[in-house]
């Protein structure tokens, strides 16, 4: 059974950047499509970003310009660079791929 367990999170400042992880337990080649979600305090769960396997990127439109995915298929790790964090990208972020969540890494942006 795949799991997905993220890493990165963390504390910063407005501005800042972070990078979070994720690494997969078994081989990611089959799976077509990973992704990144977030769900902030009181809210739903929010698609931010996804990955095929080719490597074609997908984004919210609220972080688009500011956040890169990556993968890399030798080390099973999928990657979600962030850039000029705002206040509101506070989350838990959250990997998949089809079928799996990972545990989630909280990302704190104070202001």
């Known amino acids: 059974q795949v799991q997905l367990v993220e890493s990165g999170g963390g504390l910063v400042q407005a501005g800042g950047s972070l990078r979070l992880s994720c690494a997969a337990s078994?081989?990611?080649?089959?799976?077509?499509?990973m992704g990144w979600h977030r769900q902030a305090p009181g809210k739903q769960r929010e698609f931010v970003a996804s990955?095929?396997?080719?490597?074609?990127?997908n984004y919210v439109d609220s972080v688009k310009g500011r956040f890169t995915i990556s993968r890399d298929n030798a080390k099973n790790t999928v990657y979600l660079q962030m850039d000029n964090l705002k206040p509101e990208d506070t989350a838990v972020y959250y990997c998949?791929?089809?079928?799996?969540w990972g545990q989630g890494t909280q990302v704190t942006v104070s202001s």
């Open positions: 998949s791929s089809p079928g799996v």
């Open positions: 078994g081989s990611i080649f089959r799976f077509s499509v």
């Open positions: 990955i095929t396997a080719s490597g074609s990127a």
